[in-house]
């Protein structure tokens, strides 16, 4: 008996999946019990030179491939919604096993893909969808699903922690750190899904999924990134002894009703965290996940959350795992969502914040700003004013208070003369 793996794109990771299982193939087989065969390679275009990829296996016909009775796991690596869905959908149609690093897809319409999967009796597995190498997704769906999770927290893209890192450590700019990443191969040409957080909300919406047993997607998730965090906003940070870090956080929010709580919170945004704290810590291109269950308790998991290596070893991890189910007869974890938790708008997420206001520079100013927050009930924790005259700003961190409170205060306060901008708003992580 030969399992035989149709691979759907053959870029960056696609090449390294084709060099693993050959160069591996020996010890694979060892592994599932039976040996893995690559069956074929669906690809755009078949004049692309692709160094030490068998060119008879290439295909331009991916439908043919991944529905013929000859493949047994279909592996896709193309990324985007289309034609990745239609093709995932056939192959579980058609009996395959599927393997896939699509977290845009799975993000945006996970429902129609478990549900094929629960239709046709497929496994479907995608380790390699939120955080490259980090085995993280796994012990989540596996080894924690006798716990309670309360929290995960992270930071799950590597090009937006560069930048912020190198902002930090280096005092460069915004616009000279993204230069920087680029240079390097960490960011795309157009970085526009990495900084303004649109990956990072797509993996929050698994890692929710996951942790909560509710189905949550990307349009659930609160996203900001991070093209509007300026060096004042370091130097504040690091004045508070804190770090600048693009978060995605998923939270359950307690309820004293229910066990289980009254929802869960997604959300993606820079946040002000201690350096204290071990994400603080997570440097360059790195990614890091902090995970709090009831029993577990702090879990954290880190590592290499890209590139073309990292991302291939976690899905050979899943061609292994569901290799051995097909030889075993047996299937891997369905979807979850038997908990059914609304997801919350971020207005009702409780934080802390550090506020930056410009003023004016004469008596009664602290007091009217002091008012509008007691107003809205949000608690100041400090505040102090730096600069003078034209240059005077306020700088106020607040107790944890709801979203929705704090936008109602600033609202107000555009509306006061005395209050002339709102320099910045970010989130605070940490106790109070």
Not at 75 to 102: C, D, F, H, Q, Y
Not at 106 to 121: K, V
Not at 187 to 215: N, S
Request: charged share 25%; glycine share 8%.
């Amino acid at each position: 008996m030969t399992l035989r793996i149709a691979l759907l794109g053959c870029g960056t990771v696609g090449t390294e999946v084709v060099r693993l299982l050959r160069e591996q193939a020996d010890d694979l087989a060892a592994r599932v019990g039976v040996p893995l065969e690559l069956a074929g390679i669906a690809v755009r275009r078949l004049d692309k030179r692709r160094e030490s990829v068998p060119a008879e296996l290439l295909t331009t016909d991916a439908v043919s491939l991944v529905t013929s009775d000859d493949v047994d796991i279909v592996v896709e690596v193309i990324g985007g919604l289309e034609p990745a869905r239609g093709l995932l959908l056939a192959a579980m149609k058609a009996g395959k096993s599927v393997v896939t690093a699509n977290k845009a897809l799975l993000a945006e319409d996970g429902a129609t893909l478990f549900g094929a999967a629960r239709e046709y009796g497929a496994d479907i597995y995608y380790e390699a969808s939120v955080a490259g190498a980090i085995p993280l997704l796994r012990p989540l769906r596996e080894s924690l699903v006798g716990d309670h999770v309360h929290r995960v927290m992270g930071i799950v893209n590597g090009t937006t922690n560069y930048i912020l890192d190198q902002m930090d450590t280096s005092g460069a700019g915004f616009a000279e750190a993204l230069n920087e990443a680029q240079a390097l191969g960490y960011a795309e040409a157009d970085p526009t899904a990495d900084v303004e957080g649109f990956d990072a909300a797509a993996k929050a919406a698994i890692l929710a999924q996951l942790a909560f047993h509710t189905r949550v997607t990307a349009a659930g998730v609160h996203r900001e990134g991070i093209a509007d965090v300026t060096s004042a906003d370091i130097a504040s940070a690091k004045a508070m002894n804190c770090v600048v870090k693009l978060l995605a956080i998923c939270e359950r929010v307690p309820s004293a009703e229910h066990r289980a709580g009254r929802g869960v919170s997604v959300r993606v945004h820079p946040v002000m965290i201690p350096r204290s704290h071990p994400l603080a810590s997570v440097r360059e291109a790195y990614n890091a996940v902090f995970v709090e269950a009831e029993s577990a308790g702090s879990l954290m998991f880190y590592g290499a959350g890209a590139g073309g290596a990292p991302t291939a070893s976690a899905v050979l991890g899943d061609i292994v795992a569901v290799a051995r189910n097909r030889v075993h007869g047996t299937r891997g974890p369905a979807e979850s969502t038997y908990a059914e938790l609304p997801v919350l708008p971020m207005a009702d997420t409780i934080t802390r914040y550090h506020v930056a206001l410009d003023v004016a520079d004469r008596s009664g100013v602290l007091a009217r700003v002091a008012d509008e927050f007691a107003e809205n009930d949000v608690s100041i924790q400090a505040v102090r004013q730096e600069g003078h005259g034209e240059e005077a700003q306020l700088v106020i961190v607040t107790h944890r208070a709801p979203d929705g409170a704090l936008s109602a205060t600033i609202e107000r306060l555009r509306d006061l003369e005395i209050v002339r901008a709102v320099a910045s708003v970010m989130r605070v992580e940490g106790d109070d």
